[in-house]
């Protein structure tokens, strides 16, 4: 669906399981449906984001990839800040197949684009919808957006209006393709669903809303113009969920360092 139509109650979703409310009460189909949701608080409440934030789709928070460094070895080198950035020269990924195959590449790419922490900052979210999304939607969307990350939305996130933590805490919207499959296929459109774990939340000793993992299932309506897969919209919903394991909790510091320290990953098929 376009924005706008369908049920208005959801950021971004017709699946009236999103997490993330336009603010204000507002009112529009973020594009067929919420992004993710960035950060839960102990109640469960606190803006799930999307990611969704993340809402994510906050698009772009879609991604892309790889350095080979290599291997046989330890080394005593720390990874640099920019291990924190995806491996490959472009943020988001393009330029896939024109077939079933490269639409669920496409899909998987930008689930982790939308649910991603760029979509909370205003100059990365400009680039990710206009990278991701078919061209007649990238206007309507850049002002949904941001009217759904206001500097309010940002603040009960405890982030400032250009979507960073406060010194000492780090923002963590990182997540992680399952598997994917096509459940409509046509030569110019595809329906593809994505399922997705994930780590989101705010590492620090003060922060209210710690970083948690979370499994939810993306679905996204797929174009092909211009010589690729682009978004016309997506929406997401909980699960499927395995039972938690038994692991032990991680400090603050440590889940903050290995943000640092691990870039994060894009994915094709």
């Known amino acids: 669906m376009s924005p706008g139509d369908g049920n208005d109650d959801d950021l971004y979703g017709g699946t009236g399981q999103t997490r993330t409310r336009l603010p204000d009460g507002g009112q529009g189909d973020m594009y067929g449906g919420a992004a993710r949701r960035p950060a839960r608080s102990s109640s469960r409440s606190l803006i799930t984001v999307v990611g969704v934030v993340v809402l994510l789709v906050a ?94 939305f940002l603040s009960r996130l405890g982030l400032d209006t250009n979507g960073n933590a406060p010194a000492g805490q780090t923002y963590v919207s990182r997540t992680v393709p399952v598997g994917t499959k096509t459940t409509a296929y046509s030569d110019g459109t595809a329906t593809a669903e994505v399922w997705c774990t994930g780590a989101f939340g705010t590492a620090g000793e003060s922060t209210k809303s710690p970083v948690t993992n979370d499994w939810f299932t993306m679905t996204l309506k797929l174009r092909w113009t211009g010589g690729d897969w682009k978004v016309e919209s997506f929406s997401q919903k909980d699960g499927p969920s395995p039972v938690n394991g038994d692991n ?10 290995a943000v640092e320290q691990y870039g994060g990953f894009t994915y094709a098929r």
């Open 59 to 152: 698009a772009i928070a879609f991604a892309n990839r790889g350095d080979d460094a290599s291997s046989d070895g330890a080394s005593d080198k720390k990874p640099g800040t920019s291990a924190t950035a995806p491996t490959g020269t472009k943020a988001v990924a393009s330029g896939f197949a024109h077939d079933e195959q490269g639409a669920q590449s496409a899909a998987a790419n930008y689930a982790v684009a939308l649910v991603s922490a760029d979509i909370l900052k205003p100059d990365r979210r400009t680039e990710i919808v206009r990278q991701l999304f078919v061209p007649d939607k990238v206007a309507g969307l850049e002002a949904k957006f941001d009217k759904a990350y206001s500097t309010g």
């Open 248 to 257: 032990k909790i991680s400090s603050a510091d440590e889940i903050a360092k």
